[in-house]
Each structure stands twice: as C-alpha cells, then as structure tokens.
C-alpha cells in the first residue's frame, strides 16, 4: 500500500503562486522511483481532471490551461512530489488531488483545496 500525503492548499489572489506537496509515505524509494504521479484537479461544476503527471524517466506533462505556469517536479529523497504554481488565475480553483500509479496499482491522496480570488 501506498499512502499519499498532501499539503499546501489554500487561499491565494489571483498572481500569486502555491506549492503543493505530496508525500508517498510507506514506499520504499524503488518503489517510488518506479512511479507516475499526478496531479488532478475537481472544480465547482466540473468533472475531475488531469492537471499535471511526472512518468517514471521525468518526462511531464501539463493541460493546456497551465502550460507555462505549473511546473511538476520530484523530490526521490523525500519520496515528494511538487506541483507549484504560479500566475494562479481564478478558474485554478478547486480541489486537488495526489495520485500514483505503481505499475498500473493505482493510489489517491486527500484532497487539498485550492482558491483563488479575483
């Protein structure tokens, strides 16, 4: 089992920027160098979506509404990985959500809520 720890939401004006974290607590290193994470995105009204994944060889990925203001990056000593955002624009509210996926075993972490106001 893989539990993922998340921090780092809150309230932010429109500019500012927020750095989230995700713990994988009880991994082993190996385990979590051998593992894609994600950051997904649920707003008010909408449908849950893939914000942000980091693949196994470091290769990101980013929808195109964060292109140029989200970077994705991993911390493989503090099995961590960072999503931080800056010029956060209002409809980047939502809650976010960590996820791994270990060789198609898939993981969620709580939910963390992120607003930002205009």
């Known amino acids: 089992q893989m539990q993922l720890v998340v921090s780092g939401g809150g309230v932010v004006q429109a500019g500012g920027s927020l750095r989230l974290s995700c713990v994988a607590s009880?991994?082993?290193?190996?385990?979590?160098?051998?593992?894609?994470m994600a950051w997904y995105r649920h707003a008010p009204g909408e449908q849950r979506e893939l914000v942000a994944r980091?693949?196994?060889?470091?290769?990101?990925m980013y929808t195109d509404s964060v292109k140029d203001r989200f970077t994705i990056a991993k911390y493989n000593p503090k099995k961590t990985m960072y999503p931080q955002m800056n010029g956060l624009k209002p409809e980047d509210t939502g809650i976010y959500y960590c996820?791994?996926?270990?060789?198609?075993?898939?993981?969620w972490g709580q939910g963390t809520q992120v607003t930002v106001s205009s």
């Open positions: 980091i693949d196994t060889n470091g290769a990101t």
């Open positions: 996820y791994a996926d270990f060789q198609g075993i898939t993981f």
């Open positions: 009880s991994s082993i290193l190996s385990t979590f160098l051998g593992t894609t």
